[in-house]
């Protein structure tokens, strides 16, 4: 993430300065490295930053002079990249040619773009072509449609309400039109930025259903340009740009919990769930947040499949997801499991830290009962359990089916659960929770200057 945090940096300071000036394109580089939204969402480990960071580049070959066909046939090779990357690249394009459009119109520019803009055609559809015919070749060309279409036009029935916005997006391109008009006279790049900006950003509000502030991570750059295009018409200029660097540095500093180590929570998920599984063995997580393993069941739990589960428009099939794929671990209880699936892990599934393993707590009468037919143990506080298990003697692990089953306890009103067997031969118990794990990491590395 930090070498494209540098290349989005790097490119906004040559597009201002070739907009405005060198000295308007430092202080927007400064600004935007500052500026929290940017800051902190460029460096998440996400797909939303090489999508910006094509972008820019992008960008940059657009405005970078006259247009020529080797020229934008590289904006539209980035373009396609960034296409492979994101479908939201669908809003980038119309942003870069209804800007240019726009601007040709209000400035009455006879420049020919054809040969160009054919050329920058040619350029967009060579990388998507490619991924295309890799899908097709190996037989998920029905996987890739579903994914990047089918399963996003879901959401269309769940939000309905979004034709307000997308019948007046007309009227908004109309108005742009208009006011570009009072500044046709201005610089055709200034001009040309300024209604991408404003393009963007209706276009983004029209049509895209969720929009977060990663999604206004392309227009950041170019909205931080003309703020500090506005504070140099001052002639305290500098005094300006620094007092407002200051404030977003201490916006910054709030925003990011004031920059503290708040790791701790993932890192123990990380340890516990290399201790507690091996490879090939799957986790049921909400959305792949356990990376070194499988899941069992194929869509993940974020807002989209969270509203669609509700709706009824996707079925919630977990329980025998986890059960076809003799799944003994889960990720830890939260509000994002969907009704069915969180009842049947709370049922089926013991604490043990950041995340859970098969098994249940034995009732007082030594009843229970297993949905995950394999190894189990019967343990107490401190080691296995004594007593009958099903009606014969218990001499350790044993295979057990799916139903329910019995354990005559040795000593009455002791507390015993019944685990998966491998959970309790890696070291994990319902008894001793794992969740200060962490603790224990940080003290054997605090030595370390790297760790610090």
């Not at 067997?421 to 603790?439: I, N």
Request: with cysteine; charged share 20%.
């Amino acid at each position: 993430m930090l070498p494209l945090f540098a290349v989005v940096l790097f490119c906004t300071y040559l597009v201002v300065a070739r907009v405005y000036s060198r000295r308007i394109a430092l202080w927007s580089v400064v600004l935007l490295s500052l500026f929290p939204p940017f800051f902190l969402k460029s460096l998440e480990y996400r797909t939303d930053n090489l999508w910006n960071t094509l972008w820019i580049v992008a960008l940059l070959l657009v405005i970078s002079g006259p247009p020529t066909v080797r020229r934008w046939f590289l904006a539209g090779l980035v373009l396609g990249c960034a296409l492979a990357v994101s479908l939201k690249t669908i809003l980038l394009v119309v942003t870069l040619a209804g800007a240019g459009i726009i601007t040709r119109f209000v400035i009455r520019d006879r420049t020919r773009f054809a040969l160009p803009a054919v050329a920058a055609a040619c350029g967009f559809v060579i990388v998507p072509a490619v991924v295309a015919g890799y899908f097709i070749a190996i037989g998920a060309w029905p996987n890739l449609v579903y994914c990047v279409f089918t399963f996003n036009a879901l959401l269309e029935k769940i939000r309905p309400e979004t034709w307000l916005e997308r019948s007046l997006w007309p009227f908004a391109v109309a108005a742009i039109v208009l006011l570009a008009r009072r500044y046709r006279d201005a610089d055709p790049r200034r001009l040309y930025c300024a209604v991408a900006f404003v393009l963007f950003s209706v276009t983004l509000g029209a049509f895209w259903l969720l929009i977060s502030p990663r999604d206004m991570l392309p227009i950041m750059p170019l909205g931080i340009m003309f703020v500090v295009a506005a504070f140099d018409r001052f002639d305290d200029r500098v005094v300006i740009c620094s007092v407002a660097a200051a404030v977003l540095a201490a916006s910054l500093f709030y925003y990011a919990n004031r920059f503290q180590n708040r790791t701790e929570e993932f890192v123990t998920m990380m340890n516990q769930v290399l201790r507690l599984t091996r490879p090939g063995e799957p986790v049921m997580d909400l959305k792949g947040e356990t990376i070194y393993r499988q899941r069992p069941f194929y869509y993940i739990f974020e807002l989209i499949t969270h509203e669609l589960l509700q709706k009824g428009l996707l079925p919630d099939r977990v329980p025998e997801s986890v059960v076809a794929a003799r799944c003994y671990v889960a990720q830890a209880d939260g509000q994002m499991w969907p009704p069915r699936a969180r009842q049947f892990l709370r049922e089926n599934f013991l604490d043990l830290g950041r995340l859970r393993a098969a098994g249940q707590w034995i009732q007082p009468d030594g009843t229970f009962s297993i949905a995950v037919p394999g190894r189990y143990v019967v343990l107490n506080e401190t080691r296995p359990a004594i007593g009958k298990l099903d009606g014969g003697p218990y001499n350790g692990p044993r295979d057990l089916g799916a139903g329910a089953h019995r354990f005559d306890r040795s000593v009455a009103g002791e507390r015993l659960a019944v685990l998966w067997a491998p959970a309790f031969e890696r070291g994990f118990s319902p008894f001793q929770l794992k969740d200060r794990d962490f603790v224990r990491y940080r003290d054997r590395h605090s030595r370390s200057r790297r760790f610090r």
